[in-house]
């Protein structure tokens, strides 16, 4: 299995379709990195395409306030930014309820921002928990492919976890927060539907449109 820092998934492309300029490497310390059962968030800007197209200088001066709402959020609740690229993040925490924390007070800081007027930003999160080695600046973990791809079906300013993530949180969620069941998704290069859940947060958005979840895959019909 590789090394993911991550591969794909949100935080593998730069914004705007290709603004690399925008780009941030990140070399995290390997001994900062949690390692064991890891919780993954992943993080990004719904239309930043549009965005950088329609006002270049704006976008880029928001472009610099979100990051720094987010990580102020990340670091507030233990977490490591393994990797950012442009409008994305990738975050690693030590527990469930810190990521999960952590994506509520990001949501809440973008939503009372004031952005300049006719920019709107919202980020899309998907956060899943899984076991996890640190090899070098980054993870050997499945388990960080499955949190890109559920981030990569949200809408903006939708928060998305998986069953592990959920029922880690479940009796143990912020306050103002709470579950609601999206049922079985099917998610990009894994071949069986799995749980999604919705985090809602009192005083955000709630209603979302449908998920951008892969197709299902045709079915196989018997040879004649």
Do not use: C, N
């Amino acid at each position: 299995m590789p090394i993911v820092r991550p591969t794909d998934g949100p935080a593998a492309r730069p914004p705007g379709g290709g603004v690399s300029d925008e780009r941030t490497a990140v070399e995290p310390d390997r001994a900062a990195l949690p390692a064991g059962t890891v919780t993954f968030l992943f993080t990004d800007i719904e239309g930043s395409t549009r965005l950088v197209r329609d006002d270049p200088a704006a976008y880029a001066g928001a472009l610099v306030d979100h990051r720094r709402l987010l990580e102020d959020a990340f670091a507030a609740h233990q977490g490591r930014v393994v990797d950012t690229q442009g409008d994305s993040f990738f975050v690693a925490f030590p527990s469930a309820g810190q990521a999960v924390a952590a994506a509520v007070d990001g949501q809440q800081a973008l939503a009372a921002h004031p952005w300049p007027a006719g920019l709107g930003v919202r980020v899309r999160m998907g956060l899943h928990t899984g076991e996890a080695t640190v090899v070098g600046s980054g993870y050997v973990a499945l388990p960080v492919h499955r949190a890109a791809r559920i981030a990569a079906v949200a809408s903006g300013g939708q928060v998305l976890l998986s069953d592990v993530t959920a029922a880690l949180v479940g009796d143990h969620l912020p306050a103002g927060t709470a579950l609601r069941s999206l049922g079985e998704q099917r998610l990009k290069d894994f071949p069986e539907p799995a749980p999604v859940y919705q985090l809602e947060v009192a005083g955000l958005p709630a209603d979302f449109p449908v998920l951008r979840t892969a197709a299902r895959p045709p079915a196989r019909l018997p040879r004649p």
